[in-house]
């Protein structure tokens, strides 16, 4: 199992805006992570939307974060990019079981608590220990 690779690069953006500690345009943060120009400004939107980086037009313009590295954590890039964590589908809200149980199984209360403890693992991660 692994993340998306769009999730990938999004930590990769997130990690360069950290370590330059500046506002860069989308072409330098393009170029600093290897990540595509196009894609890069797909996942900035993503991140701008959650508010994880601020977006800013004009001749000064460019990305940088909306917070200190030490106030972003893995779980929030990858969760603005992808969702909430589930290690199984039966975890979403708009999952049939179509088994005719009700409630949860003994599958979906071992991966929710699988689920949640990568989640946490996720937020014990943030920007500054990373840079």
């Known amino acids: 199992m692994h993340i998306t690779l769009e999730s990938d690069y999004a930590v990769r953006i997130v990690g360069c805006l950290s370590a330059e500690n500046k506002r860069l345009d989308a072409r330098a ?16 939107r993503k991140l701008v939307a959650a508010g994880i980086v601020n977006s800013f037009k004009g001749n000064q313009g460019g990305y940088e974060l909306a917070a200190k590295p030490s106030e972003i954590s893995l779980n929030d890039v990858v969760t603005a990019i992808e969702g909430k964590y589930a290690i199984s589908k039966c975890l979403t809200e708009d999952y049939d079981c179509n088994r005719g149980m009700s409630g949860r199984c003994r599958y979906q209360a071992a991966f929710a608590e699988i689920s949640d403890a990568v989640e946490e693992k996720l937020k014990s991660y943030t920007f500054d220990k990373l840079i």
């Open 29 to 44: 943060i393009s170029d600093k992570t290897t990540v595509t120009l196009r894609f890069a400004l797909k996942i900035l």
